[in-house]
């Protein structure tokens, strides 16, 4: 079965600042990955799908990069509303839909 | 509006069952696959089932194949979980998700999803 390994489990960043976390696919998934992004205490919200396509209404600030079993999503300048877990996830045509453990994102 | 009310959710005794239900509103419900994604406290997501628009093909993943039916109804324009013989370990809020595109059998995405409604397994 395919793995998704996200990394760092959690990390601390300003406001303003880049920020990129990682994910890796235990093997090649080609471009079947999407990103979503959970505030506490709520659902997950689709942030980009496809490795790098934004969602409806998600800010260009996001975006993402990758093919293969390396994969990235970066935030640029960020924003005290980006305070979350993201999670990466792998659809195949099994069907199956593989999550990461997630990425807990906090403010210094 | 797209919308997502699951219910159903509660305190079961292991070996029990329950019957979950995501009632869905603002899009034609019978074009779109379905699935539903549990999330134990503390973890990340975690795919339960899928059934297609029209209700055939259901998949599940191997923790909970065998115990779980999922099916919907689409005069109704409800999706349901059907849960037996239930495990500590099927703790956790159970979300229902909608695919983010139209008539393709297997979701590729999960653009919207409920609020979700918590099972927790326990003596």
């Known amino acids: 079965d395919i793995q998704m390994t996200q990394s760092p489990s959690s990390l601390s960043a300003s406001v303003g600042d880049s920020v990129t976390i990682t994910c890796q696919a235990s093997h090649d998934i080609s471009v079947s990955l999407n990103w979503y992004q959970q505030k506490p205490g709520k659902a997950p919200k689709l942030l980009i799908y496809?490795?790098?396509n934004l969602d409806t209404g998600v800010p260009s600030r996001f975006s993402g990069s990758g093919s293969g079993t390396d994969f990235t999503l970066t935030i640029n300048s960020l924003q005290p509303e980006d305070i979350a877990t993201y999670y990466c996830?792998?659809?195949?045509?099994?069907?199956?839909?593989?999550f990461g453990q997630g990425t807990k994102l906090e403010i210094k | 509006e797209v919308q997502l009310v699951e219910s159903g959710g509660g305190l079961v005794q292991p070996g029990g069952s329950l019957r979950l239900s995501c009632a869905a509103s603002g899009f034609t419900f019978s074009s779109y696959a379905m699935t539903w994604v549990r999330q134990a406290p503390g973890k990340g997501p975690e795919w339960v089932s899928v059934i297609s628009g029209s209700g055939t093909m259901p998949y599940y993943a191997d923790a909970v194949k065998g115990r779980f039916t999922i099916s919907r109804d689409n005069s109704k324009n409800t999706l349901y979980l059907e849960m037996n013989s239930l495990r500590a370990e099927d703790t956790a809020i159970y979300y229902c998700?909608?695919?983010?595109?139209?008539?393709?059998?297997?979701?590729?995405?999960?653009?919207?999803w409920g609020q979700g409604t918590l099972v927790t397994v326990s003596s």
């Open positions: 996830q792998h659809y195949n045509n099994v069907p199956q839909y593989i």
């Open positions: 496809d490795v790098s």
């Open positions: 998700a909608k695919s983010g595109i139209v008539l393709m059998m297997y979701p590729r995405r999960l653009d919207q």
